[in-house]
């Protein structure tokens, strides 16, 4: 076995955490049963790892197989990765039925015709999702193993997830490989990045639960504040208004929990508004700036600005927007014409 | 009776008893609440300031998250005439103690304490601050 694969598989080793090990390497298959009980699960990782190595050894495990470890851990760790979305046109209307050994073979066919020295593995899962790991070489050098990228595709919708870690130059050559495999006209990079891998999903599949209109006359009587205290004795001054921001954040970003995203980011390319006595850009031009809010949970906490008392409700719709609109990068620029505003751009 | 701010909402004003203390709670990490405060200030009477008012500052526990300067809420209890009060929410203990700190303004507030009352109460507390 080479030196590089054996180091290649100890560090994937090291990286689960000691309790998954032992489900890892057998839902990977490549070690046996039997092999799998001569190890001592209970030792320091370091131990565990060589122990695989040993056995892997002895099955003369080839790179491709080790991937197939690397695939499987990012599948069950994939928020470790920074994940972009993609989103496929086709030209025109024709739904030709998905058939996933052509789109492989045309996959690999594309990507090998560009670059000789790519790694490339596919790994299919329940929910239509194909996970592709490709590791990048050049044309003198084999591919680096320590930096794939990773393709989530699922068959029936026109969407890619893609974790790149690798040089930009080789994502155009990705794009063009995926087109072409799925049989689509043309692929773009939606403004729309996140860890989460399952909340991208749910943001572009529309999972979430959204806001319906319901026609509402009256508030709902029957709507309680969150029960703060059960002692009688304690008045809230501000009820109505408290149930008000309840219901205008309800209507916003409805009940069930909110997609997780990192990040939103705004760039501004509008005039700078002053008062005109105070001259601070003696040019007219926009005012470049940037403005990112960043959260372990940005949507829940933007949902809960409100109650907590540090917001005015209803919130800007630069900010409630972001799950309808599929997309945490904004770029605002000044709006041309009669009415001076802001308007999004694409 | 619990406020987010002044003025309360003019529709409960017939269910409401006579107001004895009104504590401000200032959180030290937002500076938002202490703008809160300066604003609902306006809407008190100014006899409150006759020793039936108390600042609350909380969140003084955490250091680094300080988002208010120590001399805004100085300023704010000299110019008021006020006591200024500091602690913790998240710590049990503190907040017990703090809970019967007020308590016992309240009782001086509401005249349940013969031969101690708000006015003095409150000058006994500043001058004591001063030095």
């Known amino acids: 076995m080479d030196e590089t694969v054996a180091e290649y598989i100890r560090r994937t080793v090291l990286k689960i955490p000691r309790d998954e090990i032992k489900t890892m390497l057998q839902k990977w298959g490549f070690l046996s049963e039997t092999q799998l009980q001569t190890i001592n699960f209970h030792q320091i990782k370091e131990n565990i790892s060589q122990d695989v190595v040993q056995l892997c050894e002895e099955n003369s495990a080839n790179i491709k197989q080790a991937a197939v470890l690397d695939i499987i851990y990012n599948h069950i760790y994939p928020n470790k990765r920074m994940w972009s979305v993609y989103q496929m046109n086709k030209r025109g209307e024709e739904t030709e039925i998905f058939d996933l050994t052509d789109f492989k073979k045309k996959f690999k066919r594309r990507l090998r015709s560009a670059l000789k020295n790519v790694t490339i593995n596919f790994r299919e899962y329940e929910d239509n999702a194909i996970w592709i790991r490709i590791a990048w070489g050049t044309p003198y050098t084999k591919p680096n193993q320590y930096k794939a990228s990773y393709v989530v595709y699922h068959s029936q919708t026109p969407y890619i997830f893609i974790s790149a870690s690798m040089l930009r130059s080789n994502l155009p050559l990705l794009c063009q490989a995926l087109v072409v495999a799925s049989n689509y006209h043309d692929i773009r990079e939606m403004e729309l990045r996140s860890h989460s891998l399952n909340s991208l999903k749910d943001i572009v599949f529309k999972r979430y639960s959204q806001n319906f209109q319901t026609y509402c006359p009256r508030p709902l009587q029957e709507r309680n504040v969150a029960p703060e205290s059960a002692d009688l004795r304690i008045i809230h001054e501000n009820k109505s208004e408290k149930e008000r921001i309840q219901r205008v954040n309800q209507e916003v970003f409805g009940d069930g929990p909110q997609p997780k995203l990192e990040f939103a980011q705004y760039k501004l390319e509008t005039m700078f508004k002053s008062d005109p006595k105070i001259d601070v850009l003696d040019k007219k031009e926009p005012f470049r700036c940037l403005v990112k809010f960043s959260s372990p949970h940005l949507l829940e906490s933007l949902k809960s600005l409100a109650p907590a008392g540090l917001a005015d409700a209803p919130l800007s719709p630069l900010l409630t927007c972001i799950p309808q609109k599929a997309r945490n990068y904004f770029k605002i620029r000044e709006k041309k014409g009669l009415f001076p505003g802001s308007f999004v751009s694409p | ?131």
């Open chain 2, 1 to 131: 009776h619990l406020a987010t701010s002044l003025p309360l909402p003019s529709e409960r004003d017939h269910l409401r008893p006579r107001i004895d203390l009104i504590a401000f709670m200032i959180d030290i990490k937002s500076k938002y609440s202490l703008k809160n405060v300066e604003a609902s200030l306006a809407h008190v009477d100014a006899s409150f300031f006759l020793g039936k008012v108390c600042f609350l500052v909380t969140g003084v526990g955490r250091v680094n998250y300080c988002s208010v300067e120590m001399n805004a809420i100085w300023k704010l209890g000299e110019v008021y005439c006020s006591p200024v009060l500091f602690c913790e929410l998240e710590l049990e203990g503190i907040r017990v103690a703090t809970a019967q700190r007020l308590l016992r303004m309240l009782q001086i507030c509401a005249g349940h304490v013969p031969g101690v009352s708000a006015l003095s109460f409150s000058s006994l507390m500043r001058s004591s601050a001063d030095e």
